[in-house]
């Protein structure tokens, strides 16, 4: 056995799991020492070329990009550590949620909607490592609808096109299903030497998945090989969902793009480097970015750069340093006792997210119960991303899918849509209109998409970048290279 196994950190779950692996691990394996952390030194007032915040799903691949260009001198500043093991392992990024790894955001209670969920308050969980939230999350993968990215266009974002877009996505992505591979649309939707793999999972619940997708044919929701490969035309469709992943591992934004270059001359990472502010010279017209404040293990530096700080620290992050930064809604920030440098009001606007409302469907079939819900889950989750925004629709969604109860399989399982007693609801017929209406303000949750809070568009008025995502308002020294 080769001796250059590596050492994980690890949030306690799979310790657990593995007890008994570990074992015997211990008995055949070489003794690694401690993993020193190679992200952890910077003097204060270094300068860079680029300096990225944020490691996540977007600051990843900026990083490595950037970072080709040998001449370039590239600093990543990740307020999280590297991901434990549990990343690793598809089925534990939940176990992070509420650890170190994770921001551990909620919502808070408005004392009417969400009343279903304990406190009428949400988890919102953020991935604060190295790949982000991309080494926490669902791993499916879904490109979108060409519909949007080409509205993108029409709205004066040029260069956002479906084609180019679509020339990034392939350019990311390396398919490695064979059997998909096959047909040749399917072949034909991905990139093939991308630095992200894309892939299917083995499902060990094969009978229960043909079964679902034969329930949904019969309801006009056909099932397709591959979704990302067929055109989505006003009806639904279902099917297995590709995944980022590797041999049956995570494959976050920290595997594909850090890892790979993580001994590049030119590019440092710092962990656990909490940047509080974009420092930014307002004596200049426009105000020109020029470097970051950041807490590093327990000190306050300053970095400088000498083209660029990009910011990818999420949609909740973002807005929050923008702010801080002096960036944002003029009367907000003097409330808040910042100066106002760029008076910016879109900054943390237009949030958007994925609605979840889960249904319960309780059948006869002992011991896949879990497994008939979780399924359906999913089946829901991408009904919901054709864009059900009001509660209208959402009930027209519900209704729809409570229909499954009628369809041939779940018949012979004596499928029901049990009633939950939610207080608020039971004035209403269970399964009227008006029920299905309360109990989704009720019970409604999020499957963690938010975005939208650093909108790009033309008008400073309504987004906060343009369609080279720079700020509106703020320049940088780029154009000099
Ligand atoms: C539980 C969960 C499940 C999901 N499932 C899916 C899915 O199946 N498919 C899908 O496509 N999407 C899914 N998503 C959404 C997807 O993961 C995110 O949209 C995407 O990762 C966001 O990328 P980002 O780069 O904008 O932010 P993130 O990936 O969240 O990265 C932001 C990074 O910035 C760092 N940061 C923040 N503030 C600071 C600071 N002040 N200083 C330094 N660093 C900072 C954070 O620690 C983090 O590493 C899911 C998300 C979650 C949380």
Redesign the pocket.
Known sequence: MSCDAEYFSTSGTAPQLFASALNFLAATQCIVPNKTDPYDEIPDIDTFDFII????????VVANRLSEIETWKVLL????PEPPIESDIPSL??TL?QSKYD?QYTTKSNGDKQQGWRNGALSW??????????????????KGRDHDYQCWDNEQNSNWSKEKVDYYFKKAENFQDMKLNKNPVVYQTYGHSGPLVVNSLNSTYKEITENLKESWNHLGIKSVPDINAAKYRGYGLSGIAR?TAQNGHRES?YRAYLKPMINRKNMKIITN????KILIDDNTSPPQAYGVE?EIGGQTIKLYSNYEVIL????I??P??LMLSGIGPKEHLLSKNISCIVDLASVGKNLQDHLYVPIPIYGDKPGIEDTTEEMFSYAKYLYNKTGARDVNKIVDGIKMVTKLVNTPYFKTINAFIPKIDIPECNQYEFQSDLYWKCYSLQISGT?????GTARMGFDPEDSVVDKFLKVHGIITSASEI
Not at 53 to 60: H, N
Not at 312 to 315: A, Q
Request: glycine share 16%; proline share 4%.
């Open positions: 915040v944020g490691s996540g799903s977007a600051g990843s500043l990740e307020a999280g990024g939940t949620f921001w969980p953020r991935g604060k490592m190295l790949g982000g939230s991309s080494s926490m999350n669902s791993m499916v993968y879904m995944v934004t480097a909490f940047v509080t950041v990818s620290t999420g949609t992050n973002t929050q340093i499957i963690f998409h938010p975005v």
